[in-house]
């Protein structure tokens, strides 16, 4: 799968299942998918079908069907990095890991992400909750937002043309 195969499959999902949880803004989410998954090719994405660097918690996302080991590193505040065998969500296919995503995100933990329509906004917000520990976390991804023009993604007539482009999939 190409780099923009795999941009339009997973922004599909995204746009499809983002509105049920109250989430206005795709292309932060789309971005996430890019980078913690390199596009599709990680050993996670390959492996667990997880996309977006979700570690396994019972009962998180009923959409997991296991877990998956593997070597995980997070950056300390110091900028200095530790590495272990973590535990990371497993899922089905794609479309489990995108809702997998959604109900990682669905607790009081992250619901300043509700109703965001600015992807900076989102991320920052993502960042301070915790979800992720890189410093550069939100100008990597601001970065492939821009790269990959993703703000196409936002808004709800974008996602009426992308999903009626062909892609079989409804709203």
């Not at 990597?140 to 023009?149: A, E």
């Amino acid at each position: 799968m190409t780099k923009q195969e795999f941009i339009k499959e997973i922004g599909a999902y995204v746009q499809k299942y983002a509105p049920k949880y109250g989430i206005k803004v795709h292309s932060a989410i789309i971005a996430q998918a890019i980078l913690e998954s390199a596009s599709g090719t990680s050993e996670l994405a390959v492996n667990a079908n997880n996309f977006f660097g979700l570690k396994y918690h019972e009962g998180r996302c009923p959409t997991a069907i296991g877990m998956y080991k593997k070597v995980g590193s997070e950056q300390k505040a110091d900028g200095s990095y530790v590495s272990w065998t973590m535990k990371w969500c497993k899922f089905k296919n794609m479309e489990d890991g995108v809702i997998g995503y959604f109900d990682f995100i669905n607790n009081s933990n992250y619901a300043n992400l509700k109703g965001v329509t600015d992807a900076e906004t989102y991320l920052k917000n993502i960042k301070a909750d915790g979800y992720a520990t890189s410093l550069k976390y939100v100008d990597n991804l601001m970065n492939v937002i821009k790269t990959y023009n993703l703000t196409q993604y936002d808004g709800r007539d974008t996602v009426k043309i992308v999903l009626d482009a062909g892609h079989g999939y409804d709203t």
